[in-house]
């Protein structure tokens, strides 16, 4: 028997289990079912602990080694997997942002070097930086996260 701990996440958080099933997109049955001990597939579970912003594995306190409890290390080692390329691929594309856009900034401050207008496209220069900075955030939450989400299904809001 898989011994979850479902209960105890959802009552650390002051929610109801009508809020758990509607953070879920679950019946509330289901979620009584769940705390009851009953098995459930691994789509209903992968919702749970999206809800929740852990691992399949974090919902339980001890896995059996049936065939169920099988399938929910696997799950968890697909995520620990997915987690894993997605914080590599995440960092690689944030960087590369990043150091685009400084090299960018840095050609701009060059060529204003040379310019007759430095001192208005200097204080546009210095606007820019935190200006440029706040948009990379923004592409990383509105563009790149999106993508990730897509391609490391079992990632979506595990931190």
Known sequence: MNKTLIPDLRKQRGWTQEHLASKCN????????????????LETLRLIAQAF?????DLFESISDNA??????????????????????SKLIRNTIQMLFILAMMI?????????????LGIIWVFLWPLGFYAIKL???YYIDP?????????????
């Open 108 to 120: 701009f401050g060059y060529l204003l070097h040379n310019s007759n207008y430095t001192s208005v």
């Open 26 to 41: 679950l019946s509330v049955r289901t979620i009584q079912r769940l705390e009851a001990g009953d098995d459930t597939s």
């Open 68 to 89: 169920k409890g099988s399938e929910i290390k696997t799950m968890n080692d697909e995520q620990i997997t997915q987690m894993k390329k997605r914080k590599e691929e």
């Open 139 to 141: 592409i990383k939450i």
């Open 147 to 159: 993508k990730l989400d897509k391609k490391y299904p079992l990632t979506i809001n595990i931190k």
């Open 53 to 57: 912003n852990v691992k399949v594995g």
